[in-house]
């Protein structure tokens, strides 16, 4: 999508610092991180929150999981955490599905 920060980040037209990247995702350090780790991981798709995956999105959905995993992996972390925030009252602020990946480390 033409306006979308988080599509244009994946696209590279925007900048950020990316850790990790595939054919379907893109993980980039969040601007403002609340850890010392704070990844941000999306898929190259445009799907606006977890409130428009569709039931064709399903491996996708999985695999952005085991890309969490990879990331966190090839990091050695010990442990993290992943949250998505859904929609404005669920603090979502970027209309681009993002999964959050927050380490110490
Ligand atoms: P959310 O509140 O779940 O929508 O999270 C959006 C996240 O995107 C926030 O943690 C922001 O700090 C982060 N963010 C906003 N703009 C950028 C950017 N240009 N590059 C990296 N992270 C960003
Ligand atoms: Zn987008």
Redesign the pocket.
Known sequence: MKDC?FCN?ARKE?K?TIEYEDGNFVA?????PKAPLHL?IVPRKHIASIDHVEPEDTSLMGELILTAQKVARLRNLKGYKLLI?VGREG????DHL?L?LMANL
Do not use: A, K, M, R
């Not at 980039?28 to 403002?32: A, M, Q, S, V």
């Open positions: 920060l980040i925007e950020s980039f350090h969040d601007i403002h941000l925030n603090g979502q602020i970027v993002h959050h």
